[in-house]
């Protein structure tokens, strides 16, 4: 298996406070995604990094904002969580972008917004 | 949008070929197919990727016509451990970024 980390792996927390979720990767891969899936929607895509402080939004993005600062750790936060932010989290990493890309996802967060 | 349609759900009993099939009618010239599997509580795992024809692995098989509008993903003799959610995509051309879109995915049962 990819070697990709997420931290944490289970979190509960209130509406209007702050989240960040963790990803980490071992691989040097330069490509690093954020997901969220929700029974009914399959996976979405909220952002991406293409390298080290280059980001780009994703299908689902509003609420969302990301940063990596290294190659090996993509950070997810949500600057005030809501709700609908309830979700399960997926961090994946690819070598490559485009229709030949072939992506590997980490564990998941599961998170709950009360 | 997704750009592919796949069965909501499928039943198979152990030992028995199931055979997925995708539709991607606006695949673009060069779109690649790839299947992603997942099991409960996991992350997708990649399966088998291709763009024309057959492709097989230790895995699946792949076939794809020439037209290249639909695929299928074959499982042969599967076991209760294939129960999950199989995913086709295509590249989402459409989109700004060449980000690929996973739709529902396909929910396949084996039973004993």
């Known amino acids: 298996d990819a070697g990709i980390t997420q931290s944490p792996r289970h979190k509960v927390t209130e509406t209007g406070t702050p989240v960040t979720l963790r990803c980490h990767q071992t691989?040097?891969?330069?490509?690093m995604y954020w997901y969220r899936q929700d029974p009914g929607h399959g996976l979405r895509l909220i952002h991406y990094s293409y390298g080290v402080k280059d980001t780009d939004k994703g299908e689902v993005s509003d609420g969302y904002s990301v940063s990596r600062s290294k190659t090996e750790d993509f950070l997810l936060t949500l600057e005030s969580a809501t709700s609908s932010q309830t979700s399960v989290y997926f961090c994946a990493i690819s070598e490559s972008r485009g229709t030949r890309e072939t992506q590997y996802f980490g564990p998941g967060t599961r998170l709950l917004v009360l | 949008l997704a750009k592919t349609t796949q069965p909501i759900s499928m039943d198979s009993y152990e030992g028995q070929e199931v055979n997925i099939t995708c539709s991607h009618n606006n695949i673009a010239t060069n779109d690649y197919i790839t299947w992603y599997q997942q099991f409960p509580s996991q992350g997708p795992r990649f399966i088998i990727q291709?763009?024309?024809t057959k492709v097989t692995n230790e895995v699946a098989s792949l076939f794809i016509p020439a037209d290249r509008k639909s695929s299928t993903l074959s499982l042969p003799r599967v076991s209760l451990s294939d129960t999950a959610v199989y995913y086709c995509?295509?590249?989402?051309?459409?989109?700004?970024?060449?980000?690929?879109?996973f739709g529902k995915g396909t929910k396949l049962s084996v039973k004993p």
């Open positions: 291709g763009y024309k």
């Open positions: 995509l295509v590249g989402d051309t459409g989109g700004s970024q060449g980000n690929l879109i």
């Open positions: 691989e040097n891969h330069r490509y």
